[in-house]
């Protein structure tokens, strides 16, 4: 995979952590083994646009308040949906 940062070739698929802001500001949280890719020529680990968007929408989807302040990536992707979709992204 090329690295959307330098453009290497040499990105590969890792895990790591991250902290979020939840949408409401209240608090922010640890998502632990969150999918990303880490380049060895210029040293970035980053999450793709995809990955961002899946995390942010699974934030306004679900009760937050449930959340505790350090979960798994994919402990918060299969927290429960109140909502189907995200009504307030108009980019789709």
Avoid at 23 to 28: A, I, S
Wanted: overall charge negative.
């Amino acid at each position: 995979m090329n690295c959307q940062w330098c453009g290497s070739d040499t990105a590969v698929e890792t895990g790591n952590t991250v902290y979020w802001e939840l949408p409401d500001g209240t608090k922010t949280i640890e998502i632990q083994d969150t999918p990303a890719f880490h380049c060895s020529e210029c040293g970035i680990t980053y999450q793709t646009d995809e990955t961002v968007q899946k995390i942010e929408d699974q934030l306004f989807l679900i009760d937050t308040s449930k959340l505790e302040k350090s979960l798994a990536f994919d402990t918060l992707m299969a927290a429960p949906r109140l909502l189907k979709r995200n009504y307030f992204d108009f980019s789709k």
